[in-house]
Nanobody
Framework: QGQLVESGGGLVQPGGSLRLSCAAS????????IGWFRQAPGKEREGVSC????????YYADSVKGRFTISRDNAKNTVYLQMNSLKAEDTAVYYC???????????????????WGQGTQVTVSS
């Protein structure tokens, strides 16, 4: 059974940086679109960023564009989310997810993602 495990969350001051990792076990990420989502208390889960496996194209939500960078290392079966210039409103539980790559442009809707990690907490506070 495939599994995704996030790591790298924590407490950081506004303006700081964190790098989240999403490691896969039981399957290879080579043929999957990998997305990062987040959910703040009392809010719906929202898409933050995703990356294609075919052409490495990327997508960013407007709220994180220019501050977050998604990348993937297929040799390590891991996807990363580098988060810079963090703001209080970035506080949330961050989840990574995997969706079968299809001949469709990203981003994919949330229900296309078959595998989900357990989440990692990111708290931005002084």
């Amino acid at each position: 059974q495939g599994q995704l495990v996030e790591s790298g969350g924590g407490l950081v001051q506004p303006g700081g940086s964190l790098r989240l990792s999403c490691a896969a076990s039981g399957f290879t990420l080579d043929y999957y679109v990998i997305g990062w989502f987040r959910q703040a208390p009392g809010k719906e889960r929202e898409g933050v960023s995703c990356i294609s496996s075919l052409d490495r194209s990327t997508y960013y939500a407007d709220s994180v564009k220019g501050r977050f960078t998604i990348s993937r290392d297929n040799a390590k079966n891991t996807v990363y989310l580098q988060m810079n210039s963090l703001k209080a409103e970035d506080t949330a539980v961050y989840y990574c997810a995997a969706a079968d790559e299809k001949l469709l442009p990203i981003p994919y809707p949330r229900d296309e993602y078959a595998y989900w990690g357990q989440g990692t907490q990111v708290t931005v506070s002084s």
